[in-house]
């Protein structure tokens, strides 16, 4: 079964288009098949991305001066 689509209009680079239709004809794909899949791994990203986040929501947070200092306790700088 096929997911329902949408269609849209993107503007792309002149060149960044020519790859992506080289891409598509190389790989026998349409050029939305490839954007597609693009976009959701984009977003399964975010989603990956906001869970770590989530995570570390309570660990102590440090200014940069704070930071600076302790990597020169450490003798790292």
């Known amino acids: 079964m096929q997911a329902e689509t949408t269609r849209a209009t993107i503007y792309l680079d002149k060149d960044l288009h020519k790859a992506l239709r080289l891409k598509a004809a190389d790989a026998h794909r349409s050029i939305s098949e490839i954007v597609s899949d693009a976009v959701r ?7 990956e ?15 940069y001066e704070e930071l600076l200092a302790m990597l020169k306790a450490d003798g790292k700088i």
């Open 49 to 63: 991305d906001l869970a770590i986040i989530a995570r570390r929501a309570n660990e102590k947070t440090i200014g």
């Open 41 to 47: 791994e984009s977003l399964r990203e975010d989603e």
